[in-house]
């Protein structure tokens, strides 16, 4: 897969001004703090969720602002939708440590980290990093605050152009172009390995091709 990884940047959602992942949750913690004085007294976090830094760093992230209330059965399915959803398969947080029916606030607090595995076979591992916790209650269970815009990665072939399709064979993206050019070398391309760039860690797996949540940037 190309080693040329592009800029990670997302949004605000208070605001919409525009971010470095590095930077992006700096910001919302203003925002969060403001919304402490403001709003309905509760119990809420701000999470981030990112691939396992285990295995090397990638440029994927989200920025949640999680109810109390919620449970961890909530997050699962909003990861799920989001990032992770392709063939219904099994998950768990840290191991099966953390029961899917506890409320969010039995388990997370400050500084936190929690991983989460989705498909014993093909899997993909995050982690998931409580940066705040706030006197406030969230808008909703989950509210996506971030995320990293769509990633231009460039073609493995041309080096030029933005990649849209990856080849599972060949572990490699192509552009549009490139990629009919491919499909004449590859018998397997057009058969069963075509898959679709998308903005997620689970990009080029098993059969994901994209989420069910926040699709315009996916």
Not at 136 to 158: G, H, M, T
Not at 171 to 177: E, G
Not at 192 to 216: F, K, L, W
């Amino acid at each position: 897969m190309s080693m040329n990884v592009p800029k990670s940047e997302g949004k605000c959602i208070f605001c919409g001004k525009t971010f470095t992942k590095a930077g992006i949750n700096r910001h919302l913690k203003t925002h969060l703090k403001q919304k402490e004085a403001e709003n309905i007294k509760g119990q809420s976090y701000l999470i981030k969720i990112e691939s396992n830094p285990y295995y090397g760093s990638l440029p994927y992230f989200l920025s949640l602002w999680v109810d109390g209330e919620a449970t961890m059965e909530d997050i699962d399915s909003f990861l799920r939708g989001i990032w992770l959803e392709c063939c219904g398969h099994m998950s768990d947080f840290s191991s099966g440590q953390v029961s899917m029916s506890e409320k969010v606030k039995e388990v997370f607090y400050k500084d936190l980290k929690l991983g989460y595995e989705y498909d014993f076979g093909s899997t993909t591992e995050l982690q998931l990093t409580v940066l705040g916790e706030y006197s406030v209650k969230a808008e909703d269970e989950i509210v996506l605050l971030s995320r990293n815009d769509p990633l231009k990665w460039k073609c493995d072939s041309c080096n030029e152009e933005i990649a849209t399709q990856i080849c599972t064979v060949h572990d490699s993206m192509f552009c549009d172009k490139c990629g009919k050019k491919h499909e004449k070398e590859c018998p397997d391309f057009e058969d069963y390995a075509y898959m679709p760039v998308v903005n997620s860690p689970r990009m080029g797996v098993c059969g994901y091709e994209g989420g069910s949540i926040d699709i315009e940037r996916d």
